[in-house]
């Protein structure tokens, strides 16, 4: 697992090349109202995606895998001011797992640490099956989640999100979709910056496809939160 870690943060590295200094908000000279832009493509970024159906685990059941995460960014100009990069994309490499407890309870985490800057990043989720599905019935679940941004000094964000899911197997096959709230808090305490901290709430879409494959499970998702859309891979062991 640590090897297939390493593999995907190299990928990142070059899936993102002109991304390779540390985030810098201080020498950004952004106003309020591009604070206030920059923040939203940053919490749409950074917010906990689960890459994962509705379907719980159950009492002995893990999910595992490495993933990433690419998000369009929809004020790329800002970003690039930042760290002097030319990017359009920001690239998020992750650790992820997921734990299945009684009662049709979830619980997951995730760690990144994104190859080349300073930001890295984690979160967690509790995730509850109102319906577990089966044969005939499709899974349906809420989840609650938190993410939060640590090693950019001089700027802090935190997010935390609500969303439903409903998801439904066919064979090896796991189509799954939802809808949530993403509720962002960006501060930029670098001195110099002269920037009031921002909060704000963006809606969230979700699409996905689950496909287990015996040996392996392999989940890709589509998230858009606020106006930036996001596309996730996840490869790892789940059971």
Same mark, same amino acid.
């Given at each position: ?17 002109? /991304?390779? @200094? ?17 923040? +939203? ?18 009492? !002995? ?25 030319? !990017? ?35 979160? @967690? +989720? ?10 005939? /019935? ?76 015996? /040996? @392996?499970?392999?989940?890709? +998702? ?10 996730? @891979? ?6």
């Amino acid at each position: 697992m640590k090897k297939s870690l390493s593999a995907i943060c190299v990928l990142a590295c070059f899936a993102q090349p002109a /991304l390779a @200094a540390n985030i810098n908000l201080a020498g950004a000279g952004f106003n309020q109202a591009q604070f206030r832009a920059f923040s +939203e493509d940053m919490g749409s970024a950074l917010s906990y995606k689960a890459v994962t159906p509705a379907e719980p685990l159950g009492t !002995t059941g893990f999910d595992v895998g490495v993933e990433v995460t690419s998000t369009q960014l929809q004020n790329s100009t800002l970003f690039n001011k930042t760290n002097n990069s030319t !990017t359009t994309s920001l690239v998020v490499p992750k650790l992820h797992i997921a734990k299945g407890l009684p009662f049709n309870i979830d619980i997951a985490g995730f760690y990144s640490a994104i190859p080349t800057t300073n930001i890295s990043l984690y979160g @967690a +989720e509790l995730r509850y099956a109102i319906m577990e599905g089966g044969v005939a /019935l499709p899974a349906v679940a809420v989840r609650g989640s938190i993410s939060k941004l640590s090693g950019v000094t001089g700027w802090s964000l935190d997010t935390k999100a609500v969303d439903l899911s409903v998801s439904k197997g066919f064979a090896m096959l796991t189509p799954y979709a939802g809808v949530g709230t993403v509720w962002t808090n960006s501060d930029a305490t670098a001195s110099g910056a002269g920037l009031a901290a921002e909060s704000f709430r963006q809606n969230k879409l979700f699409l996905g496809l689950n496909a287990n494959l015996g /040996l @392996a499970n392999f989940a890709v +998702e589509y998230d858009k939160t606020g106006s930036a859309p996001s596309y996730s @891979a996840k490869l790892g062991f789940r059971f």
